[in-house]
């Protein structure tokens, strides 16, 4: 998921930064869900610790769900069952 690179700052010692492989790039999409999750339910009282916005314009952006025509489907009306196809 991560992959390590060393850098080292002036009159430091050398440290490791963190970059996301492809693989890490994917789960974005979940650690952003999960922050949106403890934005609402569990605040911090500095605010978020991250923003999520649209890099063309600036504008907040939200996870969702949303259909194949790209339209946004409310959680309530989202239903998670078993795939017949997969025997469980």
Do not use: C, K, N
């Not at 999750?37 to 605010?47: E, I, K, L, M, T």
């Amino acid at each position: 998921m991560l992959r390590t690179r060393t850098y080292q700052e002036p009159g430091s010692r050398h440290r490791l930064s963190y970059h996301l492989r492809p693989a890490g790039e994917e789960l974005r999409i979940v650690l952003a869900a999960l922050q949106q999750w403890a934005d609402r339910h569990r605040p911090r009282p500095s605010g978020p610790s991250a923003l999520r916005r649209v890099r063309s314009t600036g504008e907040a952006v939200g996870v969702g769900f949303v259909d194949e025509e790209g339209r946004e489907v409310p959680y309530a009306d989202v239903d998670f069952m078993v795939d017949p196809a997969s025997g469980g």
